[in-house]
Each structure stands twice: as C-alpha cells, then as structure tokens.
C-alpha cells in the first residue's frame, strides 16, 4: 500500500491520533506527527514514526505510503502534507463546537486536496451521522464513516500504559 493518508482537523482531541495509529497498523504504514507530545511512541518503534522537530520540513516519500497524524492550525508543512496525500480524513465529533471547526477546517483543506473524508467519532445516538452530515451538506459531497464511542479504545490506551509499567 503505498498511498498517504493524513488526518488532519484545527480541533484538538476528536480522534486524530487514535485513527491515524489504527490506520497505520492495519495497513502497516510509517507515521509522521507535528504533535511535539504524542502518545505514537508507546505504540511504534522508531522506525515506524517520525516524530517532526519545531521547524523540520516534511520529507517528500516517492512512492511510499504514510500516515500523518497532523494537529493545529494550517502552516506549511500542514499544506504540504495535505498536498502530498491521496486522503484526507477529518474527524469530529457530534457536539456543535466541533462540527463549526469541521466545517472551517473542510474549507481550508479544499483549497489543497479535494479527497476529503469525514469520520464522525465518538458517537452515542443514531441521530449523531445525520447531523453532521446535514451541517456540512452545503460544503460538498464527501463519504463520511461513523466510530461509534467506545470504552475499549480507553482501556486499550490504559492496557497499553500498563504493559510498559
Ligand atoms: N471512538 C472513541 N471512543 C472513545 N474514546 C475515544 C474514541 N476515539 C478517541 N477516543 C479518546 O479520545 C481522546 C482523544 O483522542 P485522540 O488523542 O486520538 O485525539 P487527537 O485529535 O489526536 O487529540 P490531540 O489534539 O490532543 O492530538 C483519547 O483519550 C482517545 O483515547
Ligand atoms: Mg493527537
């Protein structure tokens, strides 16, 4: 697989890294982050993440499949990996706040990569999908997939801070 993939919304805490983690290890693909803080090295060995220093320049994969696991607002190196990936994926959750950041942040990305996809997370109620899709209805068409809220992605955190006590 070598296509890229980046994760990638102005909202902190609706699911970036988790998704962007089940993503690489499905497919076994290395995964870049701007985070300065991340979880990732608990997950991946070294050769598996680049953790990106302060002012470090994306390096340009021919040919190779990636994850960027991206948080914050657009800068360049945010536009040069949502110009270089094949998908862009933005996660929200179902609470107003976040979808008004959704939707500034779909407006940003379009100007750079049309090949968005929308995962809404965390959901509780049937009602959840169709709000958001509702919501950014008038930005475009885009596929959008649903995680539903669950425990285990929690205890599979804890789980793993365990292991490495
Ligand atoms: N589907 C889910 N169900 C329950 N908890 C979830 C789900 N997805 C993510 N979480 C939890 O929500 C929190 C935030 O998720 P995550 O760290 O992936 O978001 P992020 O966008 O990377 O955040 P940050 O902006 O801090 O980098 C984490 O504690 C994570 O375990
Ligand atoms: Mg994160």
Redesign the pocket.
Known sequence: MDKKFIVW?I???????????EIAMRLNLPIITN?PY??LDLIFNEDKLLQLKKNEVIPFYKNQGIVF?F?GYIDSRVIEALKQSDYVLV?TIPEISDIQVLINSILEIQKYNKNIIVIV??TENDTDVEIVKKAIGQLGSFPVFE????????NR?AFILQEIK
């Open positions: 919304t909202k902190g805490g609706d699911g970036k890294t988790s998704i962007s983690a985070e991340t979880t696991d948080g996660p997370n965390k995680i539903k809220k669950s425990l285990s992605v929690t955190n």
